[in-house]
């Protein structure tokens, strides 16, 4: 199975909002780090936010086939016109161990 990792840089405070969309169309957990942001105010009269400097990274590694469908639901609920104001993108994976299949028998359905 192919596999996607999406990254969604969001206000602190706002990774279960992140996770929420996500988990709604599939995804089955993720990772959050905390960071800082550097962002300068040419950026914010860009993007015409106020940028936050405490941020949330999410990490989530999601089959290929579902990627779009997590996006576009960080996005929304998440998205720059939101409180959280994230950005989120996603990058190939090239190899991935440790992770089991959703199967009926191995508890995913619980």
Do not use: W
């Amino acid at each position: 199975m192919d596999y996607e990792v999406i990254f969604c840089i969001v206000n602190a405070g706002y990774s279960e909002l992140v996770m929420d969309a996500a988990k709604e169309v599939g995804a089955r957990g993720g990772t959050v780090m905390h960071a800082k942001g550097t962002a300068n105010k040419e950026a914010e009269q860009f993007f015409k936010i106020t940028i936050q400097p405490d941020k949330e990274v999410v990490m989530i590694l999601v089959p290929k086939e579902i990627k779009d469908a997590v996006l576009h639901a960080v996005y929304k609920n998440a998205g720059l016109k939101s409180e959280g104001s994230g950005i989120a993108f996603s990058m190939p994976v090239n190899q991935v161990v440790g992770l089991s299949p959703v199967t009926p028998d191995n508890g995913a359905d619980k």
